[in-house]
């Protein structure tokens, strides 16, 4: 399976990418697997990018104590 994102402009100025995901199933009430991907494959070397999501956008960003935040 993969997805395809666009970097954030601050972070790289990249054309469009494929990203592959871990094909990790673990057991779930419906037992429906869940996509797993690394943050650092998200990131791609940087710190911040830009979820677009029903016409908004949501940044993921890492923080200087390598936690992930997601604000909107």
Do not use: C, W
């Not at 399976?1 to 419906?30: E, G």
């Not at 797993?36 to 949501?58: F, K, N, W």
């Amino acid at each position: 399976m993969s997805i395809s994102t666009q970097s954030h402009p601050a972070a790289h100025a990249a054309s469009p990418r494929s990203l592959q995901l871990v094909n990790t199933r673990h057991a779930v009430a419906d037992n429906a697997a869940i996509p797993r991907i690394s943050s650092q494959m998200l990131l791609d070397g940087g710190r911040e990018l830009v979820i677009q999501h029903q016409g908004g956008e949501y940044h993921l960003r890492l923080t200087r104590n390598d936690k992930l935040i997601l604000t909107k």
